[in-house]
């Protein structure tokens, strides 16, 4: 699942058969970027040319040195560094609670009859429909929106790990008991790396929801970070800054699942020659 | 040629008395009694669903019997399987899979030593995704050696192998049990292949033994030896299977 979908999807390149510089940009690479930079031009174009006012989307260039003069006064590393803190803290806690319910569903049947039927009733519950009780519940500060990103990290990151660990070979399991392995060998040699990649995966998708759930949560009266950034900027019109921070909001998404498709490279390195 | 064998010498490893067991309402096992003596090749012959599986998954501790389907399996000393799939965790390089649950001083080493003995030690630090299937069955023989086992359980790990590679197997399980002299029981459905290398030949047909052969002849064996061919076609009667085709 790491490359896989992605990289399964495309031919691959035959070594002997095309042989190529191996890090020279391909045309195939440089034909994707013409329409991307064709439609930048064409927006800076209408909003050049006053066809595209500015109280509806300003221009690419005036974006970007906003984007520049946001930078060196501070403005946008505070922001960001508000914002990040919340999703980490939040990704943290909600990790950790989904990995660990999902260990104590999968390694046991009394664990999966306790934990199991909670997540699956839960998992239902729209997650953006229990601000209005986090609002009660929390008030407006730091917690009811590190507990939304939290609450929106457990239940991917739950379920993937739980069926990460039900799918894992049941013959492998055999090798285990023939090797005389104990349980906690045959939890730690067989049973997590067997469930890593498909944890993996949820947790690829943990992290978008997580960001997602981090830029309702900050629409929540904030009073810092890239939402109060973005809604601040709405009352007086500058479409630059909101653009700005919908760009940043996708930079983070971005970057941070480059970080577990690294991981992931690394993880599962044993899969990799096999996939290559 | 049907039940000429004479009584065993030498205690036993393993014996199955009167072991039955049941899937449902379907009985697989009918009161099975199987000896192994310590050190001897035995192979157990059937044709597929005949239960020589279970009876070798039962020997090794696999079989999840209701109490009281379990009793008749006796087994003294240490046991190894290689199954018919070579089962290597594929996130362990091939030496940690080696070396998984040795309780020894030095696991690695015993690891090597066992994969150098299987030939393998040139692969020991590869994904086992890499190896082709001999190499792999290599590798899960290595797994089975390491263990210094009494009784080693093979269940039809040469099937999936290609006819060459599988002669090549063959030579290395003869080669190992003359160094080791664990007591074996090979499942298989090649009887040329439980000619070749078995001390004894059992038939499982119809939930019990059907037929027992001693194979007395020094190894290597020729296929193509008189006494062979005349058991074979014993064999493959019991099976069976006449030289007309499919009775």
């Known amino acids: 699942m790491s490359t896989s979908s992605l990289d399964l999807a495309r031919p691959a390149p035959r070594a002997g058969l095309a042989p190529r510089a191996p890090r020279a940009p391909r045309p195939a690479v440089l034909a994707r970027w013409i329409s991307p930079l064709a439609v930048l031009v064409l927006w800076q174009a209408l909003s050049s040319a006053g066809l595209l006012p500015e109280r509806l989307l300003a221009a690419p260039v005036t974006i970007a040195a906003t984007g520049v003069e946001l930078f060196r006064d501070g403005t946008l590393t505070e922001a960001i560094g508000v914002s990040v803190r919340r999703a980490a803290l939040g990704f943290l806690l909600g990790g950790a609670a989904g990995i660990g319910l999902a260990l104590v569903a999968g390694l046991g049947r009394i664990g999966e009859n306790a934990v199991d039927p909670i997540m699956q009733m839960l998992r239902a519950l729209p997650l953006f429909g229990l601000i209005p009780l986090f609002i009660l519940w929390f008030g407006i500060g730091e917690t009811p929106k590190v507990g939304l990103v939290a609450l929106g990290v457990v239940f991917p990151l739950y379920l993937n790990t739980f069926a990460g660990i039900r799918g894992v070979d049941g013959r492998l399991g055999e090798v285990a008991r023939v090797l005389d392995l104990g349980r906690g060998a045959l939890i730690r040699h067989v049973v997590l790396p067997g469930a890593l990649p498909q944890a993996l995966v949820g947790l690829r998708q943990s992290l978008g929801i997580a960001w997602l759930a981090l830029i309702v949560a900050e629409q929540i009266n904030a009073s810092s970070g890239l939402g109060f950034m973005i809604n601040n900027a709405r009352e007086f019109l500058r479409t630059d800054i909101v653009v700005l921070g919908l760009v940043v909001y996708a930079a983070l998404g971005l970057a941070t699942d480059a970080v577990v498709r690294l991981l992931e490279r690394k993880a599962l390195s044993w899969r990799a020659t096999f996939l290559r | ?247």
Not at chain 2, 184 to 212: C, K, Q, S
């Open chain 2, 1 to 247: 040629m049907a039940r000429d064998v004479p009584a065993l010498t030498g205690e036993a490893v393993a014996t199955v008395t009167g072991f039955s067991r049941r899937f449902g309402d379907r009985t697989v096992l009918d009161g099975v009694d199987v000896t192994i003596g310590r050190g001897e090749f035995v192979a157990l012959l059937g044709r597929s669903g005949s239960g020589k599986s279970t009876l070798l998954r039962a020997l090794a501790g696999l079989d999840p019997a209701p109490a009281g389907e379990r009793d008749g399996i006796a087994v003294d000393g240490t046991v190894a399987v290689a199954f018919q799939e070579p089962r290597l965790l594929p996130w362990k390089r091939v030496r940690a899979n080696v070396a998984l649950g040795l309780r020894t001083p030095d696991p690695g080493a015993a690891a090597d030593g066992a994969l150098t003995e299987v030939g393998l030690i040139d692969r020991a630090g590869a994904w086992p995704l890499t190896l082709s299937g001999g190499e792999a069955q290599r590798a899960s023989l290595a797994r089975a050696l390491v263990r210094r086992p009494d009784l080693l359980l093979l269940d039809e790990p040469f099937s999936a192998l290609d006819a060459l590679t599988r002669i090549t197997m063959h030579r290395l399980v003869l080669d190992l049990w003359e160094r080791h002299r664990p007591g074996i029981l090979l499942v298989t459905h090649d009887v040329d292949e439980a000619l070749l290398l078995a001390d004894r030949v059992l038939v499982l047909d119809g939930g019990r033994i059907a037929h027992e052969s001693r194979v007395g002849l020094d190894r290597p064996r020729h296929r193509d030896h008189p006494h062979l061919l005349d058991l074979r076609s014993t064999l493959l009667a019991t099976l069976g299977v006449t030289p007309e085709g499919t009775a």
